[in-house]
T-cell receptor, first 114, second 117 residues
């Protein structure tokens, strides 16, 4: 099955600086890579996603890059703000053999220092 | 739209007891799924459904049963609770199955926190 590794587990940055979270995946057949933000006591919320036919995608201060050859993808947050503090999860979709579900990384606790 | 709703928010069970975690969505989504979230483990897929009457196993299905009699509801059943099932459970839904090229945002519910003593 798919295996997703996420680093770092904790990331502390100064407000206004950029934050980068990296994930690697094992199944070369995976073709959909979403990123979720989870605030304390709430369910995960999709913030951006990318499909394997695209190398980069941006949405305002958030961007995701995908390197299919190396099997890794990254989340980039620029001009960080206090409300960006949360736990971020990457995931990869495995849909082979009739299965259809996401495999998640273990999460990154992003702390924005004022 | 209420989105994805889950009940109860919190539950305490004794080992061996049974219970059903409820999940409902009012967005006419075909795809629904259940995940459990444990500290340091991320979210792990338990079961999923690509439409009414169709369910399949995810990564950690043992000890859990599901059924999908309607598009709106996707209950998760614990037949004999064990301490290892202490976790936070999330239900999620999306318009179509995740591998579809028309796949849209997957929405998560607020979660059910379960403690098995």
């Amino acid at each position: 099955g798919e295996n997703v590794e996420q680093h770092p587990s904790t990331l502390s940055v100064q407000e206004g600086d950029s934050a980068v979270i990296k994930c690697t995946y094992s199944d070369s057949a995976s073709n959909y890579f979403p990123w979720y933000k989870q605030e304390l006591g709430k369910g995960p919320q999709l913030i951006i996603d990318i499909r394997s036919n695209v190398g980069e995608k941006k949405d305002q201060r958030i961007a995701v890059t995908l390197n299919k050859t190396a099997k890794h993808f990254s989340l980039h947050i620029t001009e960080t703000q206090p409300e960006d503090s949360a736990v971020y999860f990457c995931a990869a979709l495995h849909s082979g053999g009739g299965a259809d579900g996401l495999t998640f990384g273990k999460g990154t606790h992003l702390i924005i220092q004022p | 739209n209420a989105g994805v709703t889950q009940t109860p928010k919190f539950q305490v069970l004794k080992t061996g007891q049974s219970m059903t975690l409820q999940c409902a969505q009012d967005m006419n989504h075909e795809y629904m799924s259940w995940y459990r979230q444990d500290p340091g483990m991320g979210l792990r897929l338990i079961h999923y459904s690509v439409g009414a009457g169709i369910t399949d196993q995810g990564e950690v299905p043992n000890g859990y049963n599901v059924s999908r009699s309607t598009t709106e509801d996707f209950p998760l059943r614990l037949l004999s609770a064990a301490p290892s099932q202490t976790s936070v459970y999330f239900c999620a839904s999306s318009y179509s199955k995740l591998s579809s090229v028309f796949q849209e945002t997957q929405y998560f519910g607020p979660g059910t926190r379960l403690l098995v003593l």
